[in-house]
């Protein structure tokens, strides 16, 4: 952890570390005793110029359950994504100034900000607050729009920067129980509607957010572009980078005019403008 950057830094040279908590069933030992097998296949792999690296031994104990139920806590350390920081509620953070805090608690909804799809998604939101666009919005509209919206992180980081509410949606039943809670906890329960469901929308929304796969980028294209007020902004995240060219010219063909896309190794986010008044002349 590099503690300046106040979040996990990536060495593609270090070491990789996997871990797994399973229930201790006879069907699970049974699956860790056939995996030593499998990695020690992988393993002679590994030594015999295949190119892949070393395989350590698989440790397998039991944790009681006193311990289970905090020591997966230490997985999830306070991230910053420029004036962004992300902590979960069990974690102390002394604020800077100008520091938006958003306090997430992870279970189990996507979006603790550890993924390189949020911090991408929260660099995007970073630039919106510094060009002005997070700010009031009519109050009978739908204010930022979180397509997808898991524990609600992108959400509750743009009202954090200033928007003054938001809406977001999501098929899952935890994930909209998940943003609700959490929500609540950053205290703009008031602010914030959660609902279940996806596109389209009673009213377009003058930000857009969506933090999904390239495939559901394509088939929603046109319903993603429909969401976004005359004028308005869309950010996109979530796309492999073998797959962003396609997505971007879907979201294109159905009228989005591309402002900027940024990476990080293999993932993709970009943002889109309003190009549909563009496209009807």
Do not use: C, K
Not at 16 to 34: K, S
Not at 45 to 53: D, E, I, K, N, Y
Not at 61 to 71: G, H, L, M, N
């Amino acid at each position: 952890i590099d503690g300046d950057a106040l979040g996990p830094v990536y060495d593609p040279a270090a070491p990789v570390r996997i871990r797994a908590w399973l229930p201790d069933t006879e069907g699970n030992r049974a699956a860790a005793a056939a995996l030593v097998t499998e990695l020690e296949r992988f393993a002679a792999f590994s030594t015999g110029g295949a190119g892949l690296r070393g395989i350590g031994p698989l440790l397998v104990r039991p944790i009681p359950a006193e311990e289970w139920a905090t020591s997966w806590r230490a997985e999830f350390p306070i991230l910053r994504v420029g004036r962004i920081v992300v902590r979960p509620p069990w974690r102390e953070h002394t604020a800077a100034p100008g520091d938006a805090i958003v306090t997430i608690d992870p279970g189990q909804a996507f979006g603790t900000g550890l993924h390189p799809t949020t911090r991408l998604a929260l660099i995007g939101i970073e630039r919106w607050s510094a060009a002005g666009r997070l700010r009031e919005f009519p109050l009978d509209g739908p204010g930022v729009l979180d397509v997808g919206t898991g524990s609600g992180i992108l959400l509750l980081a743009a009202i954090a920067l200033g928007a003054s509410h938001g809406t977001g949606v999501d098929i899952d039943p935890l994930s909209v129980a998940a943003a609700t809670e959490n929500a609540s906890r950053n205290g703009v329960g008031d602010r914030v509607t959660i609902r279940a469901g996806s596109l389209p929308i009673s009213e377009p929304a003058p930000l857009v957010m969506a933090n999904l796969v390239a495939t559901l980028h394509i088939e929603l294209a046109p319903l993603l572009v429909g969401a976004m007020a005359p004028g308005g902004r869309l950010l996109t995240s979530g796309m492999f980078l073998s797959r962003a060219d396609e997505a971007i010219a879907a979201l294109q063909a159905a009228g989005a005019t591309l402002v900027e896309r940024w990476e990080e190794g293999e993932w993709v986010a970009a943002e889109f403008g309003d190009g549909r008044a563009t496209l009807d002349r």
